[in-house]
């Protein structure tokens, strides 16, 4: 069964990232299938108690992440901003709370916190090379979702990482 939500997941994943890298957005049946999929895929393989917290902490603090981020804009430009329109698309932040649905605590928050300004890094410096204009805006869902699908690859095929579960993040943590 987890097999099969997996490479459910990957084939969501896969269209998700074409469409966000072609037009910039994404179908919006997209998100709510995934989320389906990752309370499936959680729900058959870890208790609903530490499940529950899992979506608990990471809903948290993505919230506090993003509320953080638009009062510091907003004080910045000294007037509201609605980081949505401005610097975020609508599509990244659900994309972020439908992932909420889907890790741990740790992997989640290695997903979010250190891939989301490694991968803008990387696509802000391609996008100079390239001498592309920066008023559009990054696929980050796009690019966000070619990495989950790695994950998920990696986690069917090598067993090796447990998206749901922090005791291997744990291990390379203690030695």
């Known amino acids: ?29 997209i998100l709510p299938c995934l989320f389906f999929l990752f309370v499936f895929f959680n729900i058959s ?14 809903l948290v603090s993505t919230v506090l992440v993003f509320t ?11 007037k509201l901003v609605n980081i949505t329109k401005s610097h975020f698309a609508l599509g990244d932040l659900l994309f972020y709370l439908t992932c909420c649905f889907l890790f741990s605590f740790l992997n989640y928050f290695i997903f979010f916190f250190m891939l989301t300004p490694l991968l803008t890094i990387i696509s802000i410096t391609i996008i100079r090379i390239m ?20 994950f998920f690859v990696s986690q069917i095929f090598f067993d090796f990482i447990k998206l749901n579960k922090d005791y291997q993040i744990m291990n390379l943590i203690n030695g």
């Open 45 to 58: 393989s870890i208790g609903l108690g530490e499940y529950l917290n899992n979506i608990k902490i990471n």
């Open 131 to 150: 001498k592309k204009d920066l008023s559009h805006q990054i696929p980050l869902a796009g690019i966000q979702s070619g990495i989950l699908m790695l």
């Open 1 to 29: 069964m987890q097999i099969l939500i997996a490479i459910a997941c990957v084939i969501l994943l896969f269209i998700l990232l074409y469409q966000d890298f072609k037009e910039r957005h994404f179908s919006a049946i």
């Open 68 to 78: 953080l981020l638009s009062v510091l804009i907003s004080l910045k430009n000294r």
